[in-house]
Nanobody, 123 residues
Framework: QVQLVESGGGLVQAGGSLRLSCAAS????????MSWFRQAPGKEREFVAA????????YYADSVKGRFTISRDNAKNTVDLQMNSLKPEDTAAYYC????????????????WGQGTQVTVSS
């Protein structure tokens, strides 16, 4: 089992920045590819970003490429999502996920999920 706890969400104006963090516990963190997904009200959960076990490879949805950066610290068992130039359409609950597939953009590629943290971007 892997337990994931997200933090760092909040309310920010358009153009602002937020940094989300996900703390992992349980099985060896470095064995898992990590990702961030998001889900807005009335919409399906969508892929945001993923990172390989070592952190050497990263993957992004086109909608966030150039604005968001995913990173991980295997010594601290954390994965972060730096979000810059936020837009109202980035408003959603953001979820951290862990799985053995690297870079999967499908939610069924991940076995472990956090409880989510809300990000609200005002216009």
């Amino acid at each position: 089992q892997v337990q994931l706890v997200e933090s760092g969400g909040g309310l920010v104006q358009a153009g602002g920045s937020l940094r989300l963090s996900c703390a992992a516990s349980g099985r060896t963190f470095s064995n898992y590819g990590m990702s961030w997904f998001r889900q807005a009200p009335g919409k399906e959960r969508e892929f945001v970003a993923a990172i390989s076990r070592s952190g050497g490879s990263t993957y992004y949805a086109d909608s966030v490429k150039g604005r968001f950066t995913i990173s991980r610290d295997n010594a601290k068992n954390t994965v972060d999502l730096q979000m810059n130039s936020l837009k109202p359409e980035d408003t959603a609950a953001y979820y951290c996920a862990a799985g053995v597939k690297i870079g999967s953009r499908r939610s069924d590629g991940y076995a472990y999920w956090g409880q989510g943290t809300q990000v609200t971007v005002s216009s």
